[in-house]
Structure formats: structure tokens, C-alpha cells
């Protein structure tokens, strides 16, 4: 996979670059005579390295979808139904895919019509979010990254014609991913659909043969994006399913801006009457 370590580095990589607070306790009253701080960091190494590789895997199925864009000049709504279907097959960890075209304005109207007599809806414009999380037309802009194709389209086709960089999160990582020129996360994000758990959003930008990096936001260059929504504690119960059974829960806190904020495990298992180790990526 192209330039995995810049975007998985450590355990970090896992909530999208936030700091981690991991804690892990023995379910034992045991632990200090028969789990020694060595074992303790081996285990949590072992649970590192299943969830990267969980990750190198999911990214892979995207790199895949990229490429066939970026070698197709047209793909319909139902070839990527069909290229998405493995997909979802072999990762329950996406909670949906999205192809997401550059739309300058210049073009909006032309496209809004295009998808409109697509989806038999006379009414489809660009929308984004206001400030009350109500979907609203589209204000103007230079340009615009709506999503045009979502799988599982039953679930999400609501989010089709929103512009995902109208939102500051998804534009800071959309600006870094055509950037690179390579795949981006966000920060943990909670969704509209489904608010249970955190997520994060893979961007991966699709560009046109022959493109320079300084041409990238010109018109012919840039294509779009491929975008998938993960569910992070699904994406993590996937990864260590496989793993060596131990007597240790694992709990993962974001402590960015000293929130603690439990985002993954079960936070209550941690008393004070158990011996725990944290750790710092």
C-alpha cells in the first residue's frame, strides 16, 4: 500500500492522528505475580499490530476503487454498486463508500440537472449543513464536493448532493489528501445516522493521468474523492478478533485537549482496586 506509514504511525493511526491514552487491567487480583510489565507491553503490541494491519487491508479495498476511477472515464451508479458489494462483504468496519466529484461552479447547474434526471427528482441541488445540523441548498462556492454515488445507497441516500467540504473537519483532510496526493483521515467524528460510537471519514483523491500537485484544485486535473465512513469500535472488535485471548480488558481514551473521553472499551471495568498501565502515543 502507497506511503502506509505516513498515515499509520504507532496505535495513532488508529483514531486519526489524536493522542491515546490506553489502559489495560489483569481481570485477575493476580496480575502483579503472574503478568509482568513486559507481557503487558507484548500484549498491547501483539493488539497494535492486528488493528494496523486491519487498517492496511480496509485501505487497500479503497485504493482499488481509486484507481478504477482515476482509469475510467465513466463509471454508472450501478457498476460502483457493483464494485462496492465485495466490499462491504469483507469489512463490516465501513459504514459506506461515496464517490465524490470536484463540481466547479461554473458547473453546478449543469450537474445538479444531470442528477436530478438521474434520480427522478426535480427538486436535487448541492446542500450542506447549517449551523442547526439541517441540510440546506448549497451557498455558493468556487467549487464543490458533493457526494454523487453512496453505498449502501438504502441507508444513506440522504447524504447524496451534500458537499463534504462545506464541513471544516472533512475540509482540512480533503485539502491534505490532494495534497499528498495520498489517503487522509479525519479526527473522530459522530454521525448523523448513526450517533452510537465514534467514526472517521478515509479520503482518498482520485486525479486525472499526468497531474502535478500544483494543479491540483485546477479544472482536468483533480477528479473527485473516494470517501468511506468507519465505525471505530467495529474496525477494532474486527482486529482483534483473531488475537490471543488474555485476561486484560483494553480501554482506549482520546486525551486531545485533556477531554479523556472514553472512545473505545468499557470504561467502568477501570476501578480503582485493579492494577492498570498507561500508555502515551
Do not use: C
Not at 122 to 145: C, H, M, P, W
Not at 210 to 234: C, H, N, P, W
Not at 252 to 267: C, P, R
Amino acid at each position: 500500500m502507497k506511503n502506509l506509514s505516513s498515515i499509520l504511525p504507532a496505535f495513532a493511526v488508529l483514531i486519526m492522528g489524536i493522542t491515546l491514552s490506553i489502559w489495560v487491567q489483569s481481570k485477575r487480583n493476580d496480575i502483579q505475580s503472574n503478568l509482568k510489565n513486559h507481557e503487558i507491553a507484548l500484549v498491547i503490541e501483539n493488539k497494535t499490530i492486528a488493528i494496523q494491519q486491519q487498517l492496511t487491508i480496509s485501505f487497500s479495498s479503497i485504493e482499488i476503487l481509486q484507481y478504477l476511477f482515476e482509469k475510467n472515464n465513466q463509471i454508472s451508479r450501478k457498476e460502483f454498486q457493483n464494485y462496492t458489494a465485495p466490499i462491504f462483504y469483507g469489512d463490516s468496519s465501513i459504514k459506506a463508500i461515496s464517490w465524490v466529484p470536484r463540481i466547479i461552479h461554473q458547473d453546478r447547474a449543469k450537474y445538479e440537472s444531470n442528477i436530478s434526471k438521474e434520480l427522478k427528482n426535480r427538486e436535487f441541488s448541492i446542500i450542506q449543513l447549517n449551523d442547526k445540523n439541517q441540510a440546506v441548498v448549497s451557498e455558493k462556492q468556487t467549487f464543490y464536493f458533493p457526494i454523487t454515488y453512496i453505498e449502501p445507497i438504502a441507508e444513506n441516500s440522504k447524504a447524496i448532493g451534500y458537499d463534504i467540504y462545506s464541513n471544516k473537519i472533512r475540509n482540512a483532510t480533503i485539502n491534505e489528501a490532494i495534497s499528498k496526493k495520498t489517503i487522509q483521515i479525519t479526527p473522530r467524528i459522530k454521525l448523523i445516522q448513526d450517533p452510537s460510537g465514534y467514526s472517521f471519514l478515509a479520503i482518498a483523491p482520485v486525479f486525472y493521468p499526468s497531474d502535478s500537485l500544483e494543479k491540483a484544485f485546477k479544472k482536468g486535473t483533480l477528479k473527485g474523492l473516494i470517501s468511506a465512513v468507519y465505525k471505530i469500535d467495529k474496525l477494532i472488535n474486527d482486529a482483534l478478533a483473531h488475537t490471543k485471548s488474555t485476561n486484560i480488558d483494553l480501554a482506549i481514551f482520546d486525551v486531545t485537549n485533556n477531554s479523556n473521553e472514553s472512545i473505545y472499551g468499557v470504561k467502568h471495568k477501570l476501578t480503582k482496586n485493579k492494577i492498570f498501565r498507561r500508555d502515551e502515543y
